[in-house]
């Protein structure tokens, strides 16, 4: 007879005491990861189609263009930087943009308008720019045929084939005035973009800015986004820092990381008042076994046995009703999750419509991650742990004597 | 030869307040393959002195030596090393591991010594048939008689092959057939294997098949008479 197995065998003394802390722990456990999967499963489905929106998941600029996002903070774009960035094994595109703002006119509207010079190719590549098309034709290589955001047409009064008027600031001081055929309007998710957004190809913006050859920024699309602190880590090795920076997308969405931190940090609150509550089931557990073997304890320790070894047989009888508990509500949940991370939920109503309206499928992948299940049992053990101080101090001093005559 | 020799032992309750002599000054020793009982009234300190002898409790002041070793002057660790190693207990309310089979109760205390399993397995049958209980085996505690627990503590406190086996009124909760039978038995092991049994009772009929007894009172011993 082992500890491990008198400890297992002592813990079904009770079965329906056992059996109502294990349950107790089931649920805390099983509720805990339904619910953080299913709000990973939000984060991450918004961080993926931001990513895949606009941002990507490394950009790179001149140092400095983050704090001061000016057409003067441009950096030389060449075919050598874009071999030696796209020879990483994790890249699967690269999109160099050149973004600044400008004024857009025509007839009796004015706007400022936001104007993104990029690789038609490539763009599309990254963000699927041309399936947000409405009308009209996406962006060529090399004409100067700009396509509008909806918002952005409506306000000016544009349709396809008419012709905006540009006026702004370029390189180093330079006028930039221009006018642009339409070519087409699109519709943009973000409502803030889609009421300011023009797309022109790389080289009209370079033009038109007169900033030949440069770009404000060179978006990264990863094959295995899990492997992004690697590839960023060969990126700022292959460039030279004090020249230029490298962000990864968390960086590039600042405002966006922090908004989904406090809800982390509400939903994590949450489930840490969850888990005092079954500690403190436990820990009414952890009493009532002491309390009614207090005998048995001296008869044990009188008979020969470490009073630590005890203490350890102890420890092991509260793990095993953790692990039961918490492993039963693991294996209650894993299934759902993994049922609906392969099979996203299907949103429906305003909640659908919103998302429609925000361009992403309405699609609710819950979160299949070891790391939070992994967590969550963790949880319990160290709560279980220390609702164990109660009984092994107990243990350590007792008095045999006093414990034969209780 | 002694096997256990007390010196000038005394332990005082509440010593700070109004002390309780529990033993005043006791002197005794043990010889082995001795079968002493160890009687008196209520309160005259025969529990404290077996709580003593098994290192259990520590006394006020004295010395307490089993084989040599001042026991006294041991660390909690090294005294339950000791227990473990030399002191066999039989308890008045048989306390048995519950979850545990009357073998695995018996073979606990060896497995506590690191003996191999299958040195434990063929000494804890041994010791099972000794006490008339070699069918009863893989019965758990709740599912013998009182008496029969009493015999599987007899086997588990033999267990260990101690020097001497302490019993606090091993007979008080069984019925007179029981505590006839169980007597027997601590009786033939004594006669057979020389194991020394010291007993505290109230009980008549372990004081009558004591061959020396003991008589305390307010914490001193007012007779050691031994029969021969």
């Known amino acids: ?406 | 030869m002694n096997i256990i020799e007390i010196k000038n032992l005394s332990k005082v309750y509440d010593a700070k307040t109004i002390p309780v002599y529990a033993l005043n000054g006791v002197d005794l020793s043990f010889k082995q393959g001795e079968f002493t009982c160890i009687v008196g009234p209520s309160g005259s300190g025969k529990t404290t002195m077996l709580n003593l002898l098994g290192g259990l409790d520590s006394p006020s002041s004295g010395e307490i030596r089993i084989a040599n070793t001042d026991i006294t002057s041991l660390k909690s660790r090294q005294l339950i090393d000791f227990r473990l190693r030399n002191i066999g207990f039989v308890f008045q309310s048989f306390n048995l591991i519950p979850v545990l089979t009357a073998k695995e109760n018996v073979e606990f205390i060896m497995q506590l010594q690191g003996v191999k399993k299958d040195q434990r397995d063929k000494r804890t049958l041994e010791l099972m048939q000794s006490v008339g209980l070699g069918e009863k085996i893989n019965a758990r505690p709740a599912k013998l008689s009182g008496g029969q627990q009493q015999r599987v503590a007899v086997a588990r406190a033999l267990a260990s092959k101690p020097r001497f086996i302490l019993a606090d009124e091993p007979t008080a909760n069984l019925d007179s057939k029981s505590a006839e039978n169980l007597l027997e038995i601590m009786e033939k092991l004594n006669r057979e294997e020389n194991i020394t049994f010291i007993f505290s009772t109230h009980d008549s009929r372990v004081v009558a098949k004591a061959r020396r007894v003991v008589t305390l009172e307010d914490g001193r011993i007012v007779s050691d008479i031994s029969k021969n």
């Open chain 1, 1 to 406: 007879m082992g500890d491990i197995r008198l400890a297992w065998r002592n813990i079904w003394r009770n079965k329906r005491r056992t059996l109502l802390t294990a349950a107790s722990i089931f649920l805390a456990v099983f509720l805990a990861l339904m619910v953080r999967s299913l709000q990973m499963g939000l984060f991450d489905n918004l961080i993926q189609v931001a990513i895949e929106s606009h941002t990507g998941h490394i950009q790179i600029h001149k140092k400095g263009y983050w704090d001061d996002k000016t057409i003067d903070n441009t950096m030389l774009y060449n075919d050598s930087m874009e071999t030696a960035v796209n020879s990483r094994k994790n890249i699967v595109v690269t999109v160099p943009r050149l973004e600044y703002f400008a004024l857009a006119s025509t007839g009796m509207q004015t706007k400022g308008v936001m104007i993104i010079g990029t690789d038609p190719l490539k763009e599309n590549a990254l963000t699927h720019l041309k399936s947000k098309m409405l009308s009209g034709l996406y962006l060529d290589q090399s004409g100067n045929g700009v396509i509008l955001a909806q918002g952005l047409a409506g306000f000016l009064g544009l349709h396809t084939g008419d012709t905006l008027i540009l006026i702004g600031q370029g390189f180093h001081g330079v006028s930039a005035a221009g006018k642009f055929p339409v070519r087409g309007i699109l519709h943009l998710p973000s409502p803030v973009l889609d009421n300011q957004v023009v797309y022109m190809n790389l080289g009209s913006a370079q033009d038109f800015f007169g900033a030949e050859n440069r770009i404000t920024s060179l978006s990264i699309s990863l094959k295995d986004p899990d492997k992004i602190d690697l590839t960023l880590n060969e990126l700022k090795s292959a460039v030279n820092l004090e020249k230029f920076e490298v962000m990864p997308w968390d960086e590039l969405m600042v405002e966006v990381m922090q908004q989904l931190k406090v809800k982390t940090a509400s939903g994590m609150i949450i489930i840490s008042i969850l888990y005092m509550i079954v500690g403190f089931g436990i820990f009414g557990t952890v009493v009532m076994m002491t309390n009614e073997r207090i005998k048995e304890f001296g008869v044990i320790v009188s008979v020969g046995m470490q009073k630590s070894r005890l203490a350890a047989i102890l420890v092991l009888e509260m793990v095993f009703i953790g692990l039961t508990g918490a492993l039963s509500g693991v294996a209650g949940a894993l299934p759902i999750m993994a049922w609906y991370h392969f099979n996203p939920i299907h949103l429906w109503g305003s909640m659908a419509q919103t998302y429609i309206a925000y361009g992403i499928e309405p699609l609710l992948p819950l979160a299949l991650k070891p790391g939070f299940i992994i967590s969550n049992v963790a949880a319990v053990l160290v709560i279980v742990l220390f609702t164990c101080i109660f009984p092994v101090r107990r243990v350590l001093r007792l008095k045999v004597a006093e414990a034969l005559h209780k």
